[in-house]
């Protein structure tokens, strides 16, 4: 099987998923448990993708909850998204070197 | 007040650097699995997704076949359809169809994340700023890996892998610490999605992530129905 087309497949269907929802759909969504729902989605989507696969982002349980212990403290006193991704990161290898 | 494009650039910063670290791995994954340098960076600059790209080189290393490809990339990327449905609602009217046809490829889970959480209505030159820098660091990282990766010391790469979690632990933190309802619902998707992983390990990771999103979200609908005319009034 040729590369091109492989890589044709996967970026055909990809951008398909992607455009067909947000090009054509163009209504003004009224009911409010549906409103509700969206409004929900965000947030429960990044729960889900970050609990629990963060503590298996750094290929040891410890560096990685060290890491995540850091995040959701610079989080909770609201400070940027870079600080709090730099944080975690530098927070995950410092600890790497200690243990 | 600062230009949509600059506003949306600055806003990408984090993504780019995460994205960057997560895409260096992808180039050494790709090598590793047998591809040229230049077909991975070519799979980043066309599809820009983390987990379709990993499962995509996957198939092309096996030999998988085309309908296979088309079914794995349907499955796990399904997410970002929910994500295009929720963003379509925040567009101002300066999106009309080509703007939605060319910005609905940038579409990503982090991408995402930052459009939502915007006060104001998304407009087109904002979105092309953050999915150009974001885009821009999924690609470089994808060929600093393929071509440089072997050379780092693991510890930091490691480390790296982190990133893009810290983000998202920043933008779901400050919500559940200002509203008990969302503190629910992002606890409740945790939950869901840990039972998929320890427990129902073999849904794929991509149906794990919808089946525990939508679930969490129609618990919080149907329990917490947000105020409409409140909505309305942060958007404006």
Redesign the interface.
Known sequence: MSMFLYIAVMAGVTYLIRMIPFTLFRKKIKSRFIQSVLYYIPYAVLSAMTFPAIFYSTDNTVTAVVGTVIAIILAYFKLPLTVVAISACAAAFITGLII | MQKPFIKGLSHG??IC??YF?VSFGFGILAVKSG??AI?AI??SL????SA??AA?VG??AA?G??IE??AT??VI?????????????KLSDKFT?IH??I???G?T?EI???A??QKEKLVPTYMYGLILISASGWVGGTAAGAIAGLALP???T????????????????????SCKK?LI??????A???VF??LLPMVSFGF??II???L???I???L???N?AE?EGEEE
């Open positions: 910063i984090p650097l995460g670290s591809l040229q077909d070519l799979i066309t599809n820009l997704t379709g790209q995509g198939i092309i030999a076949t085309l490809m088309a990339q349907f990327n399904l997410r970002y359809s929910l994500m295009g449905l929720t963003l379509s609602q169809t939605r046809l910005a609905s490829f579409i889970d995402f994340a930052v939502v959480s693991a510890s930091l490691a480390a790296m892998g982190i990133m893009l979690y810290g983000m998202f632990i920043a933008i779901i933190i400050p919500a559940a610490r969302d619902v992002i606890c409740l998707a945790a869901f999605s840990a992983k320890y794990a992530i525990s999103a939508l969490a979200a129609v919080g609908a149907i917490f129905p947000i409409v909505t």
